[in-house]
C-alpha cells in the first residue's frame, strides 16, 4: 500500500505541515556548477573544437567537423513522412490548436496624440533568433517543439534554432516531425550545456541567439541561468505540479489517474488532492492502491506521492481555493460544479482546467494554450510561455514644439532636485529657446 500522506486543514499543525510539503529545494549544487562552468568557458573560448569534443563525450557521437552536426531540412522532411497516419494526424492537430490560441496573443504596436502634438506609444518587435532546446536521452518531446517553437513562430521570429541531442547519432523522428511542422530553421544534434553555450556565445557552425527556451536537465538549467544577461531565457523549470479541487462528485479513478499523470515525470514531481469530503478522500487513496499497479512507470509514480504528493481534506470548497492560492499550482484542476465560479477565487496558478472533463493531460498535448508554465510557487508572479516572450517593446516619444516647453519645464525641476544639471539644461535648451521665439 503507497504511504501518500494525509493531511487535515483543522489539524493545529497543519500550517506547518503543508510548509514542509511544498518546500523545494532548488539549491545550485556546486559541483555541478563549476563543471557548467568549465563548459560554457571552453565553448566560449575554442568554439566548435570544444563543441565537437564535448559531443563526442557526452552524446557519444563522432563527427568531423560541426556542420556535421546539423541536420538538413530533408532529413526532417523524411522524419514526417515516416511517421504512421495516426501520430501524423495527431500530431497535425496538436500544433494547429496551439498555433490559433496563440494567435490570439498578438498585440500591436500602439500611440496616441496629446492636445499639443506630441506623440507617445510602443513598438512591438519579434526576437531575431531564438534556440530551443529540446530534451533527448531516454526522453522524445514532440509537444515541447510545439509549444515553443510555434509561439516564437506566430511573434514573428525571423530565425528558429533547435538543439537536441542525439545520443550515439540516434535522432527521435516524432521530435523532428514535429520540427518540420513548426517550420524550424535549423536543427543541431547537440545537447547538454555545451548546446546552452553554443546558442548563447556563438560558435562557427552554431549563430548566437537571443534568447534561450525548453526544458532540460540539471546541466541544462545550469547553464541557462549562467548564460542569463547574455541572452534571455525563459524560465528556469523545477518539477511538474497537478493541484486537483475536487468537491467529491468526480470518478476517484479519473482523479487518481489526474494524479499520476505528474507524477510518473520523475520522483520530485508533485501531486495534491483538495477536498472536503473525507469519503471520497478515501475512494482515491483506495483508487490509487489499485491502479498503481497496471503503471508502467509505477516506481516513479510511487516514489513522487509518498515524498512529495498528499490527500488534503479542507472544511469547504472557498478554504481549498485560498490553499490553492498558497500553493500557486503549475497546473490546478478545478473538478467541481460550476468551475467557473470557483475560478474567479484563484489568484494564482500556471493553467486552471475547468471542469470533471478537463484533465490536465489534455493541455500537455493539444487544448491549445501552452505547457511550459511557472512551476515551485512561481505562479505568483509568472505566467506561461507565450508569443510575448518572443517580443519586445520600445517606447516612442515625439514631443512636440509646444509640448518641450511644457515637459521641459517639468524636467527641468525634478533633474535639479536629483542634482543632475545636464539633465535639467538638456531640456531648458529647447524651451527655452522657444520661449526666447
Same mark, same amino acid.
Not at 521530435?175 to 555545451?194: H, K, N, S, W, Y
Not at 475560478?343 to 475547468?354: D, Q, S, T, Y
Given at each position: ?56 563525450? #557526452? ?55 496629446? &492636445? ?71 536543427? #543541431? ?70 494524479? #499520476? ?16 469530503? &473525507? ?71 500556471? *493553467? ?69 544639471? *545636464? ?15
Amino acid at each position: 500500500m503507497i504511504q501518500i500522506k494525509r493531511l487535515s486543514s483543522t489539524d493545529a499543525s497543519f500550517d506547518e505541515a503543508l510548509s514542509k510539503l511544498l518546500a523545494f529545494e532548488n539549491a545550485q549544487d556546486a559541483k555541478l556548477d563549476a563543471t557548467v562552468a568549465d563548459i560554457l568557458a571552453n565553448i566560449k573560448k575554442r568554439g566548435d573544437e570544444a563543441l565537437l569534443e564535448y559531443t563526442r563525450r #557526452f552524446d557519444h557521437l563522432n563527427a568531423a567537423s560541426a556542420a556535421e552536426l546539423e541536420l538538413p531540412q530533408d532529413r526532417l522532411q523524411q522524419a514526417l513522412r515516416k511517421l504512421p497516419a495516426d501520430q501524423r494526424d495527431a500530431l497535425e492537430q496538436a500544433a494547429q490548436r496551439v498555433r490559433v490560441y496563440h494567435e490570439k496573443q498578438q498585440v500591436q504596436s500602439w500611440s496616441y496624440t496629446e &492636445p499639443d502634438g506630441t506623440l507617445l506609444g510602443q513598438k512591438i518587435t519579434p526576437l531575431d533568433r531564438v534556440g530551443l532546446y529540446v530534451p533527448g536521452g531516454k526522453a522524445s518531446y514532440p509537444s515541447s517543439v510545439l509549444m515553443n517553437a510555434i509561439p516564437a513562430k506566430v511573434a514573428g521570429v525571423s530565425e528558429l534554432i533547435m538543439v537536441t541531442p542525439a545520443s550515439g547519432g540516434e535522432t527521435n523522428d516524432l521530435v523532428l516531425a514535429a520540427a518540420a511542422i513548426c517550420e524550424v530553421d535549423r536543427v #543541431f544534434t547537440i545537447g547538454g550545456a555545451q548546446a546552452v553555450a553554443a546558442l548563447a556565445y556563438g560558435t562557427e557552425a552554431v549563430p548566437q541567439v537571443d534568447k534561450i527556451v525548453g526544458p532540460g536537465n540539471a546541466y541544462v538549467t545550469a547553464a541557462k541561468r549562467s548564460v542569463f544577461g547574455i541572452v534571455g531565457i525563459d524560465m528556469l523549470a523545477g518539477p511538474s505540479e497537478i493541484l486537483v479541487i475536487c468537491d467529491g462528485k468526480t470518478n476517484p479513478d479519473w482523479i487518481a489517474m489526474d494524479l #499520476f499523470s505528474q507524477a510518473e515525470h520523475d520522483e520530485m514531481a508533485q501531486a495534491i488532492l483538495l477536498s472536503p469530503d &473525507p469519503h471520497f478522500i478515501g475512494a482515491v487513496a483506495a483508487s490509487i492502491d489499485r491502479q498503481l499497479e497496471t503503471m508502467p512507470r509505477k516506481t516513479v509514480i510511487q516514489a513522487s506521492l509518498e515524498s512529495r504528493g498528499a490527500l488534503i481534506q479542507v472544511c469547504d470548497l472557498d478554504e481549498a481555493c485560498a490553499i490553492a492560492n498558497r500553493i500557486a499550482p503549475e497546473h490546478l484542476e478545478l473538478s467541481v460544479e460550476q468551475p467557473e465560479k470557483w475560478m474567479e477565487k484563484i489568484r494564482h496558478a500556471g *493553467a486552471i482546467f475547468l471542469g470533471r472533463h478537463t484533465c490536465e493531460a489534455l493541455g500537455d498535448y493539444c487544448a491549445g494554450p501552452n505547457h511550459v508554465l511557472p512551476t515551485s510557487r512561481t505562479a505568483r508572479f509568472s505566467s506561461p510561455l507565450g508569443v510575448y516572450d518572443f517580443q519586445k517593446r520600445s517606447s516612442i516619444i515625439q514631443v512636440s514644439e509646444q509640448g518641450s516647453a511644457k515637459l521641459g519645464a517639468i524636467a527641468s525641476i525634478l533633474a535639479y532636485g536629483e542634482g543632475l544639471q *545636464a539633465h535639467a539644461m538638456s531640456a531648458e535648451y529647447r524651451y527655452k529657446k522657444k520661449l526666447a521665439t
